[in-house]
């Protein structure tokens, strides 16, 4: 059955803000937390491959294992954001990406981009801007550790996105995602040995379960409405997930709601509704 794409993003969108709590409750260094994001999709992404007799190191692979040591190290910030700081204050810090997206959009994949679709990009900065007032600017601070690290995370993020877009075409969703994640397993694979205390057998249940969400069922979906829509509509609309790991974040972990999320978040919600997606526009 085929989804709707846009409905494909909201549920990537709505795992991937799953995907932050699970790192919270895994409760284990940053670097052990991204062996698990890693290894697991990789594992049986080689599985499944080898089953279905898929080459796997074929057309621009160079490409694409360079798109993968991208994505290594922002999911490293990643995991750091979310060790640091809250759901909420880590989550609109990583969604400074559609910004730099929409500018790499423009320049890599020539995508033409309406005035309107800029203002409501900047309708959204001006939201983060706002999440991000009542910050102490200190590198003693873990909030702006936190958000600080999410900051690069989105630029890796969006980087990988353009790659990605560029190469769908000529791979399988399943393809693409083996290569997101392989360099990840081998360049972590050391900290779960270096790291400790090792992990205990729920923290290992964790670290199996929330790479299956947020490193496959949330990609399957992305890449898959990827395909068909363009950056700047899809980045738009992946702006769901700050709706997703704030509501987790209260109903897990008890966060507060600030003055701060309700309106920088409010700004960043209506720029998200207010784009109207012209099916003529989709790629």
């Not at 409750?25 to 999709?41: E, Q």
């Not at 969604?95 to 959204?124: G, Q």
């Not at 290992?204 to 950056?231: E, N, Q």
Request: proline share 4%; with cysteine; net charge positive.
């Amino acid at each position: 059955m085929k989804l709707n794409p846009y409905l494909e993003v909201i549920i990537a969108a709505t795992f991937g803000g799953l995907g932050g709590a699970l790192i919270k409750l895994i409760n284990l260094p940053p670097t052990s937390v991204t062996f698990f994001r890693f290894i697991v999709p990789v594992i049986l992404l080689y599985i499944f491959l080898k089953f279905r007799k898929i080459e796997l190191f074929r057309g621009n692979y160079k490409v694409m294992l360079g798109a993968s040591l991208i994505n290594a190290i922002r999911i490293l910030f990643f995991s750091i954001g979310y060790v640091y700081t809250t759901m909420g204050n880590a989550i609109i810090m990583f969604f400074t990406w559609p910004i730099f997206a929409a500018l790499l959009s423009i320049i890599l994949l020539k995508e033409r981009v309406k005035t309107k679709t800029f203002a409501l990009f900047a309708m959204a900065f001006i939201g983060l801007i706002v999440m991000y007032m009542n910050k102490e600017i200190s590198f003693s601070n873990n909030d702006f550790i936190g958000m600080t690290a999410m900051l690069f995370s989105g630029i890796g993020y969006a980087l990988t996105v353009i790659i990605f877009k560029k190469e769908l075409p000529n791979y399988t969703k399943t393809e693409t995602i083996f290569y997101q994640n392989l360099l990840g397993a081998i360049i972590f694979l050391p900290f779960i040995f270096i790291n400790k205390p090792y992990p205990t057998m729920p923290q290992l249940g964790l670290g199996i379960i929330y790479p299956i969400i947020a490193g496959l069922c949330t990609f399957y979906f992305f890449f898959s409405a990827l395909k068909k829509l363009k950056v700047v509509h899809y980045s738009l609309l992946t702006y769901w997930e700050v709706i997703a790991a704030i509501f987790f974040g209260v109903l897990i972990f008890g966060e507060a709601v600030t003055w701060n999320m309700v309106v920088g978040g409010g700004l960043i919600i209506v720029s998200s509704l207010l784009l109207k997606i012209d099916k003529k526009e989709q790629i």
